[in-house]
């Protein structure tokens, strides 16, 4: 198992991450198709009109902790990326709705600074959100939270699925 | 052992959390002398909720009182993955700074920045979606603390107050 392997793991059992998990905020699926580098998570989210109570996410965490990882929402059985029609939306102009836009990299990452694949090409980042910026002290935990924290957002507006 | 224990999580000041058994039938200070901490004389033992109610924050004060070491688990709300918080403070005197004087309450050490962050934006009349965005950051610093954080975790020993301001996250743009 290699060193940012057995970070992760190490991290995956820590009172903050079990915590968040026995609080229903998130949650680790062992899927055997997410493999190191890979994992998959499920984020909960608050409810809305025709929407799911959680969603997934695939995570990439090569270089872990050193680099951040990167991810996207996934279909749990597929693990394929999450159709647009299935993903959540956000309020238009809102900060909710640029960082999970789908118009970007082809919403294969999330449009923040704890993405690894977004932060490498936003070097600019580093000034404008300073505090945003992945250091090796972060941990999934901080992104999870991070990302659990947006749903919080009245600009969650659900996935808008066509009426049944 | 026995089949009745249950994990909890416990709060040392000013530091990280670690996982520990507890039995119905054993003490508080039992439970923490197993995951090796000893409290120190006039440290205050806060039992709480793995879950956030939510609920709106009211008055100046929490209602929260801290347990004697010698409280048996089956005698405190002490559920599985519930929290032990250990702290030198009674209370912790929460400032918030936004446009206008600051506000201040008092707060148990156990409460979640997201309790305080509630208090602050109402404080603040800060409503509906305009609210999102707006977090809050430790003063004179660029530390935004999780929502699911404790102030136990924030505040370390020799002090019982903690400022923060009520900060906008930026949008990522390029």
């Not at chain 2, 956030?52 to 009211?58: P, Y």
Request: with cysteine.
């Amino acid at each position: 198992m290699e060193l940012a392997e057995q970070i992760m793991e190490a991290d995956l059992v820590s009172p903050e991450f079990l915590s968040g998990a026995a609080a229903g905020a998130w949650g680790r699926v062992h899927h055997d198709q997410a493999q190191w580098p890979r994992a998959l998570f499920w984020l909960a989210v608050p409810p809305r009109v025709r929407s799911p109570d959680r969603y997934y996410v695939l995570v990439d965490a090569t270089g872990y902790r050193c680099a951040a990882p990167t991810g996207t929402f996934a279909d749990p059985q597929t693990l394929e990326q999450l159709a647009p029609q299935h993903r959540p939306k956000g309020k238009e102009g809102s900060r909710f709705a640029k960082v999970f836009r789908t118009d970007w990299e082809n919403g294969r990452a999330f449009y923040h600074p704890f993405d690894r694949v977004a932060a490498s090409s936003h070097a600019d980042w580093v000034q404008t959100m300073p505090n945003k910026v992945w250091t090796p002290n972060h941990t999934i935990v901080d992104w999870l939270d991070e990302f659990c924290s947006l749903f919080q957002s009245e600009d969650y507006l659900g996935v808008h699925l066509a009426a049944p | 052992m026995t089949t009745d224990n249950f994990e909890v999580f416990i709060y040392p000041a000013g530091g990280k959390p670690v996982t520990a058994t507890a039995n119905p039938t054993d003490t508080i200070a039992q439970v923490l002398a197993q995951a090796g901490i000893t409290p120190a004389p006039g440290e205050h033992l806060f039992i709480g909720e793995a879950v956030d109610d939510g609920a709106d924050v009211v008055g100046d004060d929490d209602a929260d009182e801290p347990h004697a070491p010698h409280t048996t688990v089956a005698d405190t709300k002490l559920r599985h993955h519930g929290h032990i918080h250990c702290h030198p403070c009674h209370r912790i005197e929460v400032t918030v700074n936004f446009n206008g004087p600051p506000k201040s309450r008092k707060f148990a050490p156990s409460a979640r920045v997201a309790r305080v962050r509630r208090w602050a934006l109402k404080a603040y009349d800060l409503t509906g979606p305009a609210a999102s965005d707006f977090m809050l950051q430790i003063c004179q610093s660029d530390q935004r603390p999780r929502l699911t954080q404790h102030l136990s975790e924030l505040v370390k020993s020799g002090t019982c107050s903690i400022c923060f301001d009520l900060v906008k996250e930026v949008t990522p743009q390029g």
